[in-house]
C-alpha cells in the first residue's frame, strides 16, 4: 500500500525566504499527489496536485513536481510570506480506493 | 468552487453529554463523506466512511456505538460523539470526494472540548 514520510516540523523561516517541504512517498503503482494547507484554526484546503510522473502542479507561488524516480513531490516556494505560515500536508492517493493517506504534516513558521 | 460546510466550528459540552457534528455539501452531491480527528500536532486520523443510505465503515480501533455516524441525505452527513469524555476533545474534519478521483473538499472542522 501507499505511505508518506514528510519533513518534520516546524520550519522557521523569515519572509521572502526560499521554501522546501520534503515528500516521499512509497507506492504500488501510480498514484495521485496532493498538498494540502491548514491554516491556524482551519480546515483543510486543497493547495496544488500531480496526477502523473513530471507533472508540476502550482497555486499561490508554491510548486511541486512529480518525481517518480525519486519517488517525491517536494513543496517549493520562491518567497513565503508571513500570510503562509500554516501547517502543509503531503498526501498521496491510496490505492484501494480514492481515500487519502496523510504525511504527519510541516508546521510552517514565517516570521517578518 | 464546491464548498463542504461543518458545523458547528466550536463546541464545548459537559462529560456524559452527546455532541453532533454536520457536514453538508452545498453544491454537489456526495454519496461518500469521510470523517478525520486531528490531535494536536499530528496528522489527520482517518475514523470513518460514512456512506449515504448505507451503514458507516469504520477503521479499525474507532468506537462505532461511540461515534454515531449517519448519512442520511446525499448532501448531509453527522457524526455524533455520545457520552463524552475529556479524552475525545480533538479536533473533528469531515470531507467529500470532489469526484471520482481521490481529490477531496474539506469541511472547516470542528474544536470540540469536552470539560
Known amino acids: 500500500g501507499n505511505s508518506v514520510t514528510q519533513m518534520e516540523g516546524p520550519v522557521t523561516l523569515s519572509e521572502e525566504a526560499f521554501l522546501t517541504i520534503n515528500c516521499t512517498y512509497t507506492a504500488t503503482g501510480y498514484p495521485s499527489l496532493f498538498w494540502y494547507v491548514q491554516y491556524p484554526g482551519e480546515g483543510l484546503q486543497l493547495l496544488l496536485k500531480?496526477?502523473?510522473a513530471d507533472d508540476k502542479g502550482s497555486n499561490k507561488g508554491f510548486e511541486a513536481t512529480y518525481r517518480k524516480e525519486t519517488t517525491s513531490f517536494h513543496l517549493e516556494k520562491g518567497s513565503v510570506q508571513v500570510s503562509d505560515s500554516a501547517v502543509y500536508f503531503c498526501a498521496p492517493h491510496k490505492d484501494s480506493n480514492y481515500q487519502l493517506i496523510w504525511g504527519a504534516g510541516t508546521k510552517l513558521i514565517i516570521k517578518p | 468552487g464546491a464548498v463542504v460546510s461543518q458545523h458547528p466550528s466550536r463546541v464545548i459540552c459537559k462529560s456524559g453529554t452527546s455532541v453532533k457534528i454536520e457536514c453538508r455539501s452545498l453544491?454537489?452531491?456526495?454519496?461518500?463523506m469521510f470523517w478525520y480527528r486531528q490531535f494536536p500536532k499530528q496528522s489527520l486520523m482517518l475514523m470513518a466512511t460514512s456512506n449515504e443510505g448505507s451503514k458507516a465503515t469504520y477503521e479499525q480501533g474507532v468506537e462505532k456505538d461511540k461515534f454515531l455516524i449517519n448519512h442520511a441525505s446525499l448532501t448531509l452527513s453527522t457524526l455524533t460523539v455520545t457520552s463524552a469524555h475529556p479524552e475525545d476533545s480533538s479536533f473533528y474534519i469531515c470531507?467529500?470526494?470532489?469526484?471520482?478521483?481521490?481529490?477531496?473538499?474539506f469541511g472547516q472542522g470542528t474544536r470540540l472540548t469536552v470539560v
Open positions: 500531480a496526477t502523473k
Open positions: 453544491d454537489f452531491q456526495a454519496t461518500t
Open positions: 470531507s467529500a470526494p470532489a469526484g471520482t478521483g481521490p481529490e477531496a473538499f
